[in-house]
């Protein structure tokens, strides 16, 4: 019966050979099935050793198939704890349903990478979160950043081996960039260095960035010489850098940890850019503008002007704007550089006494 039902296939024209496979198997057992009902008797010894030898054909083929399922299963599985890690430690970008909102995991608290992954978990010796509310923002640590894995350690790979952890720096040849920390598994042969090593950089421009702005007036214009302070953490301690605007009004800061960060902006008053002039035939009296860029109204109680000229130039006198006149008055108390000019440079301003001769500083200062 068996010859029978295999002769289509040997003459070419019946079944491939997979289905020959199972229905010589499914023959088999039809055969001693129906042999053993009718004579009530066991499998032969022939009928056993093939149906054996079918199994270990099978064995033979499932086995493999079996242990790569299972082996890039762990690879997927290291992957993602590998991308896990990195998210933990400069966060990443969570969609919302107002648009992106984004998080900077350790590195937007501390402000640097970990010296372990621990820190990851455990605060150490780092200091505490703590915000500051006149600079608007806070700095420290304020984890666990990661949670242990489902009936793990986080630190595990999924062969069970320790996660490396490294922050001697280096360079992703790929990309031309440095790179601060690295996370390695040693992968399935469990040996460091080998071509199944997996592992993810934390590369430089994801942990510190530029910032720059501008400064500009209502009109536009862009104000120079204005100071401008940034904050943010440094190992876990709010730190400030300051930087002064260009003639664009541009302010820049470099090498900042990624976070968010306030900068501060604290123009108050300014002279205006040329509009110093003399105003006299013999150029006793400058003139110049001072705006005021906060929001509220300033008194000024002194003045202060630097200048170089060559020439050396002296002040002779000093108009007091919320007068409109120069106010007169001798001061007995008052000394001034030249002797032979006393009387007229010791004079008395808006109810404060100054002296309007400068001759060797070339700072002119009225009190």
Request: with cysteine; net charge neutral.
């Amino acid at each position: 019966m068996l010859k029978r039902r295999l002769a289509p296939y040997r003459n070419g024209t019946g079944l491939k050979p997979a289905a020959t496979l199972k229905l010589m198997i499914r023959l088999l057992f039809q055969n001693s099935l129906m042999r053993y009902m009718n004579k009530k008797s066991g499998f032969t010894l022939l009928e056993t050793i093939v149906v054996l030898g079918i199994i270990a054909i099978l064995a033979a083929i499932i086995t493999p198939l079996t242990v790569q399922t299972v082996g890039a299963r762990r690879e997927t599985a290291a992957r993602e704890e590998l991308e896990v890690l990195k998210e933990a430690i400069i966060g990443k970008a969570r969609s919302t349903e107002h648009g992106a909102e984004f998080t900077f995991g350790f590195v937007g608290d501390i402000g640097n990478v970990p010296d372990s992954l621990d820190r990851l978990k455990t605060i150490g010796s780092l200091p505490a979160y703590s915000f500051d509310t006149t600079k608007d923002m806070g700095a420290g640590w304020r984890g666990p950043y990661i949670m242990e894995k489902h009936g793990g350690d986080f630190k595990k790979d999924p062969w069970g081996a320790d996660y490396s952890y490294s922050t001697t720096p280096g360079t992703n040849t790929d990309l031309g960039v440095q790179y601060l920390a690295k996370i390695t598994s040693t992968g399935p042969d469990l040996t460091t260095g080998t071509d199944d090593d997996l592992s993810v950089e934390i590369l430089e421009p994801e942990v510190r960035a530029n910032v720059f702005g501008y400064v500009k007036n209502t009109v536009g214009d862009g104000v120079p010489a204005v100071a401008a302070v940034i904050n943010y953490p440094s190992n876990g301690t709010l730190t400030t850098a300051s930087n002064t605007t260009d003639g664009d009004g541009l302010y820049q800061f470099s090498n900042i940890p990624t976070g968010s960060r306030t900068i501060t902006i604290d123009p108050k008053l300014l002279y205006k850019s040329d509009t110093a002039k003399t105003l006299t035939t013999n150029s006793d009296d400058v003139q110049f503008k001072i705006e005021n860029f906060s929001e509220n109204d300033i008194v000024v109680s002194s003045i202060k002007a630097d200048y170089a000229v060559s020439p050396a130039a002296y002040y002779h006198r000093y108009l007091c704007p919320s007068h409109g006149i120069e106010k007169y008055h001798i001061q007995e108390t008052i000394s001034c550089a030249h002797s032979d000019r006393q009387s007229r440079a010791a004079r008395h301003c808006c109810g404060k006494a100054y002296c309007g001769w400068q001759p060797n500083n070339r700072t002119a200062e009225f009190f």
